[in-house]
């Protein structure tokens, strides 16, 4: 009774192990083809950018997806991509660009945020992919020999209303907040402190000139430990 107790425990633990061996490597094929599938799809935005004069054709974006803002480029990261705004901020967890559906996602702007970024604090988050795509070279930003060169603390983004250059005034990692995530403010102090806040928590000092700041923008992704990499740039032009 016990030897036949004991095979029947073995085949189960066999069965448990086929399944998750299963599932695992399910998985590992299904990343494998979303990774493919998300290079395609930036190989192909980047045919309506002009590389020489570093512009995008943001109307043509439009006509492929019309929840398009923009482009955003951050410089000697993978970040160069259009940028998205949908009525909520799950959609594009799990959509791409083009609308279908993937755990890679999309870089997009908050759902608060005005089109024409005219809130005090313009954010946009994206999955920290490990292929490197979407915000996956955002952690970058925390690496000495990236934030100290001043030609990557330029932000460029380009919408069909204008250019947009903002300045990298802190970069640091933190754990799951909402304080860095306010759009808007009461009062001129509120917004003043605000950024004294966010300045103070950065891991290395821009030395930045935050007192006449109108506008920033926050980009935001996923670190280890269910942390998040957090960039603020004030808007200089």
């Known amino acids: 009774m016990i030897n036949k107790i004991l095979r029947i425990v073995n085949i189960l633990e066999v069965i448990v192990l086929i399944l998750l061996l299963s599932f695992s490597t399910a998985k590992i094929v299904t990343w494998n083809k979303e990774n493919i599938e998300t290079k395609e799809l930036i190989t192909k935005l980047n045919t309506v950018k002009d590389i020489q004069n570093d512009t995008s054709d943001i109307n043509e974006l439009k006509s492929k997806n019309n929840d398009t803002i923009g482009w955003l480029k951050v410089n000697n990261t993978n970040i160069d991509y259009p940028f ?6 799950k959609y594009y967890l799990t959509h791409n660009y083009n ?10 702007l908050d759902k608060r945020n005005n089109k024409d970024l005219s809130n005090k604090n313009n954010i946009i988050y994206g999955h920290s992919r490990k292929d490197k795509s979407m915000f996956g070279t955002l952690k970058y930003t925390l690496n000495k020999n990236w934030y100290k060169n001043k030609d990557n603390q330029i932000i460029k983004i380009t919408t069909e209303l204008k250019e947009y250059n903002y300045k990298i005034f802190s970069v640091y990692t933190i754990e799951k907040e909402n304080y860095y995530l306010q759009t808007d403010f009461a009062t ?3 917004y003043k402190t605000f950024l004294n806040i966010l ?3 950065s891991i290395y000092d821009f030395k930045p000139d935050i007192e006449n700041t109108t506008s920033i923008l926050t980009l935001s992704t996923c670190y280890k430990n269910n942390k998040r990499v957090v960039v603020h740039a004030k808007l200089i032009n």
């Open 84 to 89: 998205v705004q949908s009525k909520d901020n």
């Open 99 to 108: 609308k279908k559906k993937t755990s890679a996602g999309w870089i997009f």
């Open 199 to 201: 300045r103070e928590r």
């Open 188 to 190: 001129k102090k509120e």
